[in-house]
């Protein structure tokens, strides 16, 4: 039966969780996987854990679920970020009394979504469901950073990718991995207190974002999709179809032969 996660036991009892892959809500709450499973496994053992991720994501419930039993855990729980923590995996993420990135590893964060149909009033029940899940995930964000509810609200709805610098500087993460902790102190030395001395912390700017907008990592949805598809081993298929070859007036490509479409066409039209 497939999981997401994985533990570890070394010789000396330490015990390691790496979640890895997409978090799967059919998997999750299926009849196979449950968070039972999850929560008895926790709890099988003592001590402090190391929680490894590298995920795009998937059901923010199943990420909620995950991330109130790790802070309910007894033993310090230290997370560590090899890859990605996409999405809902960024808000497991959250769970760690210190967060650690990788110097090559990402963070996104952005609005959940989701999929619905019926009515206008069910149309309306379904913004409603995605307003309180986001404000869900504020807590969680604001809980670890420290940063004003419109800052985390705005990271959200522009679908932020940080950067191990730009997680750190933010909040998101406490250390960068290998690195040492002068050299992170003196490069990367978080502010104080982030929104302390803000008067305007929780006042938009007349763009409806906050002024740190344009110091954060933005990169294209659609590059880093694929990139996070490829990594996981999912093919995207918009990189394997041959070029449509040229067609002339005469509707002949260049090799003088008549493609398929054009014919089926006419074969239509003399029927």
């Known amino acids: 039966m497939r999981k997401f996660w994985n533990w570890i036991t070394n010789d000396a009892g330490e015990r390691t969780l790496r979640l890895e892959g997409p978090i799967d809500s059919d998997d999750m709450w299926g009849n196979s996987v449950t968070p039972a499973w999850f929560r008895s ?5 003592e001590g402090d854990i190391t929680v490894w991720i590298n995920s795009p994501g998937g059901s923010v419930c199943a990420a909620a679920e995950i991330y109130t039993m790790l802070r309910d ?4 729980v230290t997370v560590k970020i090899d890859a990605v923590a996409a999405s809902a995996a960024s808000v497991v993420a959250m769970a760690g009394d210190v967060v650690l990135m990788s110097p090559v590893a990402m963070m996104m964060v952005h609005d959940p979504a989701t999929v619905a149909m ?3 009033a069910e ?3 379904a913004i409603e469901t995605l307003d309180a899940v986001k404000e869900s995930i504020i807590n969680a964000y604001s809980a670890k950073t420290g940063l004003s509810h419109n800052k985390i609200s705005s990271l959200m709805s522009n679908e932020t990718w940080l950067d191990a610098k730009e997680a750190l500087k933010l909040g998101f993460c406490d250390e960068i991995l290998f690195t040492s902790d002068e050299k992170s102190g003196e490069e990367d030395e978080k502010p104080d207190s982030p929104d302390e001395d803000d008067p305007d ?5 007349e763009d409806g974002d906050d002024d740190e907008k344009e110091d954060v990592h933005l990169y294209s949805t659609r590059i880093m999709n694929r990139m996070i598809l490829n990594h996981i081993g999912v093919t995207d298929e918009t990189q394997t179809k041959p070029p449509l070859p040229f067609i002339g007036m005469d509707g002949t490509t260049a090799d003088g032969s008549v493609p398929y479409t054009i014919l089926s066409k006419q074969l239509e039209f003399l029927r």
């Open 201 to 205: 912390k929780d006042k938009p700017n």
């Open 41 to 45: 496994e926790l709890e099988s053992g």
């Open 118 to 120: 019926g009515n206008r």
């Open 123 to 125: 149309m309306e029940k």
């Open 73 to 76: 855990y007894k033993g310090k």
